[in-house]
């Protein structure tokens, strides 16, 4: 298959896997009562990496999908997203800044977003390859609710880690061997550009 059209299907693959990951988050957050509606607490000034090829080329699919003066605007606080950070994280201190995506506190590109920002809020768990489970208690708002419930739904991540590594490997194919391996904030996606593959 050419890769134009494999990388067609893939995307095709990975926005099915993203709108499964959004139904299992939707049922835990339905059952805990979480709605992210006013939250002073916005998670998008969290400070976090992404780390697969074809979530980056996939955003950038998203970037082009919009027109070109959001694109421009988006660019210009990706560049400064990047640069402030830098300044903070050589101080020392964890950066907290608005991710560029955001607008008004909401995300410009929903469909597009990775799957970091699709799991944080509610509480969730994978299995690592390894066998040690990993558990994430969800946000501020998410564990005040919960507190108050007897059963806690808890989001297992470790399929859809499982499948997006497959998309992933078939996205990369034999480059897998010899390309870096991605440790990317979104904003920095956006300045390097889509992924050279
Ligand atoms: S996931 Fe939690 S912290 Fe993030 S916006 Fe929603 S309620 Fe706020
Ligand atoms: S991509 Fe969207 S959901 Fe993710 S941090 Fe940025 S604005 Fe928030």
Known sequence: MRKESLDTTLFTKLSLLYSDMEGAYNRAASKIGLSC????ENCCTSHFQHHTYIEWAY???GIGSRPEKS???????????VRQS??????????????PLNDGGLCQLYEYR????RM???PNSFVRPDGKKMSFPGCSRCQELYS???EVPVVDRTGFYRDL????????GQKIKTLARVNLTLAEMLVQGPPAI
């Open 71 to 81: 694109r421009r605007e988006f660019m210009k606080r990706a560049e400064e997203y």
């Open 59 to 61: 955003l950038w699919k």
């Open 120 to 122: 944080h809020g509610v």
């Open 114 to 117: 990775l799957m970091i920002c």
């Open 86 to 99: 830098r300044i903070l994280l050589a101080q020392g201190l964890r950066p907290r800044i608005m991710c």
């Open 165 to 172: 590594a497959s998309l992933e490997v078939a996205f990369v």
């Open 37 to 40: 509606r006013d939250c002073a």
């Open 148 to 150: 108050r419930l007897e």
